[in-house]
DNA sequence: CTTTGTGCAAACGATTTGCAGGATG
DNA sequence: CATCCTGCAAATCGTTTGCACAAAG
């Protein structure tokens, strides 16, 4: 545990970034869950407890983890923003249903080919964006 | 022309929507439209000569369109939401530069198999997303 | 001490909703 | 003529911003 947080503050301060108490707990919230949160649940779960982030704040510690590349956007969803610190290219499944959303390993699919891409195009990345329903909702 | 106006009307009758001149518009102007616009973008469109029609009006039309499968959803940015009256499955690219957003046809990529996804999850519809620079922006 | 982050509340922009009048089938 | 649509304005919801105070390096 000890160890994670002084993982954490090492990667922050790599990155050039400040180190606080919010944007520590930001960035350590969405390291240790699976599921893309939202600022809204992000929020919620710091201050279960006793409040220690405010709205303001969790938005801003999240910009600039995005600006340093430690957390990116997801979009799956309209309205609302979800945030995922797996930076590694992977691809999404979000279940019609319930909402879920799942990560899926970036060699499912096998090889998929961007060379067919029309010239003029130049990628730069890609995702595959998978939607159906999960076991829970069956 | 007309021809093509009687066809969109028979669509409409055909999913069980009533024919207003605003639904009528709302689909005639996706359907002739390549780009993938917003809400704002379809109602200055439609505006551009004389007012025809209002902000709630475009959004319920969408609406409605989307119940019955006449136009998907695109969700490509944050924020705002896009619409395209091309319903047969395909591909998106996005311009990181510029917004553009183009269609990629649907056999792009050689053929990708959704079979070893994690058994428990039931794929429904797919889609590739590439993100990138368009030749505009060079 | 200088710079940057935090918290609050107000501002914002996209989308939705309530409701009265109007058009469709 | 019953039902559903339209338009307006107000309401909502996620996100951003301005500013005074506090904390980090």
Not at 15 to 43: C, M, S, W
Not at 103 to 128: M, P
Request: proline share 3%; charged share 25%; aromatic share 6%.
């Amino acid at each position: 545990m000890q160890q994670q947080a002084d993982e954490i503050i090492k990667t922050l301060k790599s990155k050039g970034l400040r180190v606080t108490p919010q944007r520590f707990a930001v960035y350590a919230n969405l390291l240790g869950r699976e599921d893309h949160p939202t600022v809204e649940q992000i929020l919620t779960d710091l201050n279960k407890d006793a409040p220690t982030s405010s709205q303001a704040t969790v938005y801003a510690a999240l910009q600039a983890l995005r600006e340093v590349g430690l957390v990116r956007e997801v979009l799956l969803e309209e309205g609302v923003s979800r945030y995922d610190a797996k930076v590694a290219p992977h691809h999404h499944f979000r279940c019609n249903c319930c909402g879920a959303i799942e990560d899926i390993e970036w060699n499912t699919f096998g090889k998929i080919d961007l060379a067919q891409l029309r010239s003029g195009l130049t990628a730069e990345r890609f995702e595959v964006i998978v939607q159906g329903v999960c076991d829970r909702c069956e």
